[in-house]
Nanobody, 126 residues
Framework: QLQPVESGGGLVQPGGSLRLSCTAS????????VGWFRQAPGKEREGLLC????????NYEDSVKGRFTISRDKAKNTVYLQMNSLKPEDTGVYYC???????????????????WGPGTQVTVSA
């Protein structure tokens, strides 16, 4: 059982910012590429952005480019998601997971296992 743990969500107004954190229970994230996912109300969970094992490569889906930034701190076994200029359509439950690949020009949002964390709710509303 290798379960990620997400934190940092909350309620913000459009244009606001949040920083989400991702760590793991029972293992270290440092050995894996990590992706952030969002499950909007009534929709499937989708990958948004990811970071390579080393932290040297990232991938961003078009919907979050220029607004979201992924980073990692190996000393803290933590991956971060900085979200700026939030929009109502960013609302959803955010999850992180170790994924198969996130290298320059090559990425996959397939998780290594099916042990999803609890997620953290992000609500963007006036």
């Amino acid at each position: 059982q290798l379960q990620p743990v997400e934190s940092g969500g909350g309620l913000v107004q459009p244009g606001g910012s949040l920083r989400l954190s991702c760590t793991a229970s029972g293992y270290t994230l440092n050995y894996y590429p990590v992706g952030w996912f969002r499950q909007a109300p009534g929709k499937e969970r989708e990958g948004l952005l990811c970071i390579s094992t080393s932290g040297g490569s990232t991938n961003y889906e078009d919907s979050v480019k220029g607004r979201f930034t992924i980073s990692r701190d190996k000393a803290k076994n933590t991956v971060y998601l900085q979200m700026n200029s939030l929009k109502p359509e960013d609302t959803g439950v955010y999850y992180c997971a170790a994924i198969r690949r996130c290298d320059s020009g090559s990425y996959s949002y397939i998780p290594w296992n099916k042990y999803w964390g609890p997620g953290t709710q992000v609500t963007v509303s006036a």
